[in-house]
C-alpha cells in the first residue's frame, strides 16, 4: 500500500502489482534497515542487556550499548513543537554534598511488631526471586566492610560483571516506582472523597516515584533490556502494582515500612556496586562519564560525572527513600502532616528535610518530629 499510494493516476492492475512488490520488499528488509522499525528493539533476542558500551566516534559522550537509531526511539524528541524549546522536570533535585552521599551507610531497622515483620519477610522473599530473576549474587563481607574487595577471596564465589550490574539497576528501579505512584494516588483520591487536605504526603509520594523513574531512564541510556527482561518487568510490575494498591487499602503502614525494608536493601545494592568499582572489578565503568539526562537531573558539578559518582547520586535518593518510608511508617496515616515538607517552631532544632544533610537511616520516631 505504501508503494500503491505514490502513483494515484494508475490503473487498479498496475496499483496491485506494485502493491504486491512493496510487500515483497518490506518482508525481504531486514528489521534494521526499515526506519521507525527498530523501536527500542535489542540488538539480540538472545541477549538480555546489549552486551557492548560503545566509545565514541567524535569525541562526545556515548554512554550506551543500544544503536544510536534504537535511543531515539526510546528517547524520542518533541515533534511539531517549533515553539518549545525544552521541557524542564517538574521536581528538582535538592544538592547533594558530595561528602554526605559517600558517608552514607548500610542499615537496618529492627521489627518491632506483626506489621514490621510482616513487610520485613515480604521484602526478603522479592529479595530472593529478585536475586534469582537477575543473576545477582554479593559478598556480605565485603558489603559490610569486614572484607577487602580486592583480596583473592572476595573475587572466587561473587562475581558481578558491568551487563550483570545494568541487569539489576533496570529491573530493580523498573518496579522500584511503583510503591510511590500508588500511595500517591490513593491518598489523592482519598483526599477527593473526604475533602480533606492530606497534609502533605501527595506530593512527597509522587516525587518519589518520579526520582526512582529518573533511575530507571538514566540507567536505560546506558543498556536496553532484551524481550525476556521486558516480559520479566511487565510481569513483575502487574503482580507488584495490585498487591501493593490492596495492600495499601488494608494497611499504609505496614506499606511504608515495606518500602523502608526495600530501601535498605537497595542501598545494599549499590553499596557493593561501588565496592566493585573500587576494587577494579568493572574496568569499563572506571572512567566512563555519567549521560547528559543524569547530569542534568542531578545537577552533578564538574569533576563528579563519572558511573561512581552517578552510582553515589542513586544511593544517596535510595536512602533518602529509606528514611522517609520508615519516618511515614511511625506516624498516623490519617492525621499526622508530612514532617519532610514541614515548617517548624524552632527550626534549630534537627528535623527532617528534604536533603541528605540530616540523614536517619532508620526513620525518625513520631516524637521527634510531631
Request: glycine share 6%; charged share 25%; with cysteine.
Amino acid at each position: 500500500m505504501i508503494v500503491a499510494s505514490r502513483y494515484p493516476s494508475t490503473s487498479l492492475a498496475s496499483r496491485q502489482v506494485a502493491t504486491a512488490v512493496g510487500q515483497a520488499i518490506h518482508r525481504a528488509t531486514p528489521h534494521a534497515s526499515r526506519p521507525g522499525l527498530a523501536a527500542c528493539r535489542p540488538l539480540s533476542p538472545s541477549a538480555t542487556i546489549a552486551r557492548r558500551l560503545r566509545p565514541s566516534s567524535d569525541g562526545g559522550r556515548v554512554f550506551s550499548s543500544t544503536a544510536k537509531s534504537n535511543l531515539k526511539e526510546c528517547f524520542p524528541a518533541p515533534r511539531d513543537s517549533a515553539h518549545i524549546k525544552t521541557t524542564e522536570a517538574a521536581w528538582k533535585h535538592p544538592l547533594y554534598a558530595v561528602g554526605d552521599m559517600k558517608s552514607i551507610q548500610i542499615a537496618h531497622r529492627e521489627a518491632k511488631n506483626w506489621s514490621d515483620w510482616t513487610a520485613l519477610c515480604l521484602v526478603r522473599l522479592l529479595r530472593w526471586g529478585m536475586d534469582r530473576a537477575t543473576g545477582y549474587r554479593h559478598d556480605p563481607a565485603v558489603v559490610h566492610g569486614d572484607k577487602d574487595a580486592r583480596s583473592p577471596t572476595a573475587h572466587q564465589k561473587y562475581t558481578m560483571n558491568e551487563r550483570k550490574w545494568l541487569v539489576r539497576f533496570v529491573f530493580l528501579e523498573s518496579v522500584a516506582g511503583v510503591p510511590g505512584m500508588v500511595g500517591g494516588m490513593l491518598r489523592h483520591l482519598h483526599s477527593l472523597r473526604r475533602m480533606k487536605r492530606d497534609n502533605g504526603w501527595i506530593e512527597t509520594l509522587l516525587e518519589e516515584a518520579y526520582n526512582e523513574r529518573m533511575h530507571l531512564l538514566t540507567f536505560l541510556k546506558m543498556a536496553e533490556p532484551g524481550w525476556f527482561m521486558r516480559f520479566m518487568i511487565l510481569a513483575a510490575q502487574g503482580i507488584f502494582f495490585n498487591s501493593m494498591f490492596l495492600s495499601y487499602l488494608v494497611s499504609p503502614r505496614t506499606c511504608h515500612r515495606f518500602v523502608g525494608y526495600l530501601e535498605e536493601e537497595a542501598v545494599m545494592t549499590y553499596t557493593q556496586a561501588i565496592a566493585d568499582i573500587d576494587s577494579g572489578k568493572l574496568p569499563r565503568w572506571e572512567k566512563l562519564e555519567a549521560p547528559d539526562i543524569a547530569v542534568r537531573y542531578w545537577n552533578m558539578p564538574e569533576g563528579h560525572r563519572t558511573m561512581k559518582d552517578l552510582l553515589l547520586y542513586i544511593r544517596a535518593d535510595e536512602a533518602k527513600h529509606r528514611e522517609v518510608n520508615h519516618t511515614l511508617g511511625n506516624l498516623s496515616q490519617k492525621s499526622d502532616p508530612n514532617p519532610f515538607v514541614s515548617r517548624y517552631l524552632d527550626e534549630t532544632k534537627p528535623h527532617p528535610t528534604k536533603g541528605i544533610e540530616r540523614l536517619r537511616p532508620i526513620g525518625w520516631e513520631r516524637e521527634e518530629v510531631i
